[in-house]
Nanobody
Framework: QVQLVESGGGLVQAGGSLRLSCAASGRTFSVYTMGWIRQAPGKERESVATISRTGVITGYADSVKGRFTISRDNTKNTVYLQMNSLEPEDTAVYYC??????????????????WGQGTQVTVSS
């Protein structure tokens, strides 16, 4: 089992940037596929980005391609989401999640096994 704690959310103006971090407990972080999922009020969860166990393979939702970058540091048990050119439509609670399996480059939200508590990202226009 792994426990996940997100940080880095906040309020930013449109066009700005934020970097989310997710710290994982345990010594087996590198066995998990990791991802970021967001949920805006009144909307379904959206899988935003996924990164493979070694970090070689990444996948992105079309809505964030070219603006968001997922990365991980297995020596620090941490996964990151660099968000640039933020838009009001990016406003949501962002969750970090871990998947014990590997598979498609962009995992579906329901494929993740462990979730963090989430961090709020608000983009003002």
């Amino acid at each position: 089992q792994v426990q996940l704690v997100e940080s880095g959310g906040g309020l930013v103006q449109a066009g700005g940037s934020l970097r989310l971090s997710c710290a994982a407990s345990g010594r087996t972080f590198s066995v998990y596929t990791m991802g970021w999922i967001r949920q805006a009020p009144g909307k379904e969860r959206e899988s935003v980005a996924t990164i493979s166990r070694t970090g070689v393979i990444t996948g992105y939702a079309d809505s964030v391609k070219g603006r968001f970058t997922i990365s991980r540091d297995n020596t620090k048990n941490t996964v990151y989401l660099q968000m640039n050119s933020l838009e009001p439509e990016d406003t949501a609670v962002y969750y970090c999640a871990a998947d014990r399996d590997s598979g498609s480059a962009l995992r579906r939200a329901d494929e993740y096994d462990y979730w963090g508590q989430g961090t709020q990202v608000t983009v003002s226009s």
